[in-house]
């Protein structure tokens, strides 16, 4: 059963009826013609040779809504670039793909180093950021969306429900999360939100008190959301975390840039599954080990950017607090499980309890010794203030490895 509860300070859309794809599909082409609907796809070269990315270019090239696809192509030499050129020419939009670690690409990053605008490590966030400049460049998106390129369980339906908040004209949205059940094989995925960043959330509240920030968060259904779209005004003044924070960060941004009422959250699919990450219990540097460190130095950061103090006693007693807050969620994720006939194994998750509970300490200590680290990448708008030439060289530069 569908609920259609609104609990919170952004609003809720729901998938109440399962309304017909084609319906929505023909709104949104006809949306599109005032203001036209482009994606965004951050890639990395090896996901190119999995089964998920083969079935999204599938289901896209059905899509007739589109006016341009941007993908962001990482860690591809030339050879592949040529390969992947070819793999996204089964695409029926128009499209470009930007060959992240070419010789011109590097040249542009190394001028933004000059200039003090650079990202200050690859990754996602680098190549979102990448992905949106180009967009901004083009200057024809009249709203963007934004979807990872791992998802298993893809269909049309997905992105349909996902730009269609900030494409209807009688709405009045600027930002738009998606969110979804994580169910896999019998079993709850979704292990850094249910057993992280949920009880990390409660526990911010019990020690430091009532925050809209907090709040504001803990709203969201599933926060970690890969997907996500907004107007395309947003993309010259967004600025997100380079890490694995970005999805925590560019909420972070829409909290603190945009009323609440221009925000919401969609339901965009009945199942989902994307490839998954190991725990790396024995190594910070990787995995959901690495997550669980960027996403709550993020969260820190953006405390403490608020007025709040943290000590490393401090950091101990949030670790006490979410160790308890987490084990009690478990339970009720343990019950939750039982009653719908899904498998939850006690012992991994409290394995990944125990390791989340103390890279809280990592994370918080590693923002102590550098308070003034800054991971938000540089807006847009400065960079154009930066290099005036940016929007032409950047087309340029894409066009011409296009070439190749």
Not at 66 to 72: E, K, R, S, V
Not at 110 to 116: E, I, P, T, V
Not at 172 to 200: A, D, H, Q, W
Not at 201 to 220: M, N
Request: net charge neutral; proline share 3%; hydrophobic share 35%.
């Amino acid at each position: 059963m569908a609920d259609f509860h609104q609990n919170g300070v952004i609003s809720t859309l729901h998938n109440l009826s399962n309304r017909s794809l084609d319906e929505i599909e023909q709104e949104l082409r006809e949306y599109s013609k005032d203001a036209p609907i482009e994606l965004i796809l951050p890639s990395l070269y090896s996901e190119l040779e999995g089964a998920a990315l083969k079935n999204i270019v599938s289901c896209l090239s059905n899509v007739k809504y589109l006016n341009h696809i941007t993908i962001g192509l990482d860690k591809a030499d030339k050879s592949e670039f040529i390969k992947a050129k070819k793999f996204f020419s089964n695409l029926n939009q128009p499209h470009s793909v930007i060959w992240n670690d070419s010789p011109k690409m590097k040249k542009l990053d190394s001028d933004f180093k000059k200039l003090g605008i650079a990202p200050n490590q690859s990754g996602k966030g680098k190549n979102v950021w990448y992905c949106m400049g180009y967009t901004y460049s083009r200057n024809e998106a009249g709203s963007v969306a934004l979807h990872d390129c791992d998802i298993t369980t893809y269909n049309r339906e997905l992105l349909a429900r996902l730009v269609y908040p900030v494409s209807n004209p009688h709405f009045n949205y600027e930002f738009c999360k998606g969110y979804y059940p994580r169910i896999r094989e019998g079993t709850l995925s979704g292990r850094v939100t249910r057993l992280l960043v949920t009880p990390l959330l409660k526990t911010f509240k019990k020690v430091l008190g009532h925050r809209d920030y907090i709040e504001f968060i803990d709203v969201f259904r599933y926060p970690l959301a890969g997907e996500f779209s907004f107007k395309s005004r947003l993309l010259k003044e967004i600025r997100i975390p380079c890490d694995w924070g970005l999805e925590i960060g560019l909420l972070s941004e829409m909290q603190r840039n945009q009323a609440y009422n221009r925000i919401c959250q969609v339901d965009i699919a009945d199942t989902y599954d994307h490839k998954h990450q190991v725990l790396s219990e024995n190594n910070t540097s990787k995995g959901l080990s690495k997550m669980s460190i960027d996403i709550t130095k993020t969260l820190i950061r953006k405390l403490a950017a608020q007025g709040d103090t943290f000590t490393y006693n401090t950091l101990r007693t949030l670790k006490a607090t979410y160790y308890r807050t987490a084990l009690d969620l478990l339970e009720i994720y343990h019950n939750d499980a039982k009653i719908n006939g899904l498998e939850l194994n006690i012992n991994e998750e409290e394995i990944a309890i125990e390791l989340f509970s103390n890279n809280i300490i990592i994370a918080g200590q590693e923002f102590l010794d550098n308070p003034n680290q800054n991971p938000l990448i540089t807006n847009w708008n400065r960079v154009e203030t930066a290099m005036p030439e940016i929007k032409t060289r950047f087309l340029d530069i894409v066009e011409s490895d296009s070439k190749i």
